[in-house]
């Protein structure tokens, strides 16, 4: 039997409080080689650029939002080697989603996050199916949970072809509880 022990951060909370904790969670997976890109949900942007900041020389930095980055913000990530998408529509919050959507929430809104961010990176070309990638999301502001992923399209997540879904392989970081909305 073959097996590797990981480390996994397990937050009491979720929320921002957790940011410089996931960061160096990140960074330290990040030495082990295997992951060139990590993919960070950032509705403003800062977020994303501590982490253009802090793994630069270590990953190719995305940052996906929803809302449009401010140009600043933007032209300093992209002058650190990180990519930034805003903007963004939301596939797990497209018609006929919410099943999906709400099986991730069970994981937290931060996991939710973090495999939509990568999700929309396929989809809007930045990274490739099959590619191992870290992504990075949280519970409203900040960030919480870090996973390990191969990368997917949101049309092929769950498609027919099992080689292009979409796989989670490590929890780097997550809270334990978990907060919901009504």
């Excluded at 990274?127 to 960030?143: P, Y």
Aim: with cysteine; proline share 3%.
């Amino acid at each position: 039997m073959s097996f590797r022990d990981k480390v996994c951060r397990y937050f009491e909370r979720p929320g921002p409080v957790n940011t410089e904790t996931v960061m160096e969670a990140v960074s330290r997976r990040l030495e082990e080689g295997d992951i060139r890109s990590v993919v960070v949900s950032s509705t403003t942007g800062k977020t994303g650029l501590r982490f253009a900041e802090k793994l630069h020389d270590k990953a190719q930095v995305i940052v996906v939002s929803y809302e449009k980055i401010a140009p600043k913000i933007k032209e300093s990530i992209t002058n650190l080697g990180g990519i930034v998408v805003d903007e963004t529509g939301l596939p797990l919050h497209r018609r006929g989603m919410d099943k999906i959507r709400n099986a991730f929430y069970m994981l937290g809104q931060g996991f939710k996050v973090a495999v939509e961010v990568i999700l929309i990176a396929v989809d809007e070309g930045v990274l490739k199916t099959g590619q191992t990638v870290m992504g990075i999301g949280g519970t409203e502001r900040g960030v919480d949970t870090a996973i390990v992923a191969k990368a997917s399209s949101s049309k092929e997540m769950l498609g027919p072809d099992v080689r292009r879904r979409f796989e989670v392989r490590e929890i780097i970081a997550m809270p334990i509880r978990k907060k919901w909305w009504e």
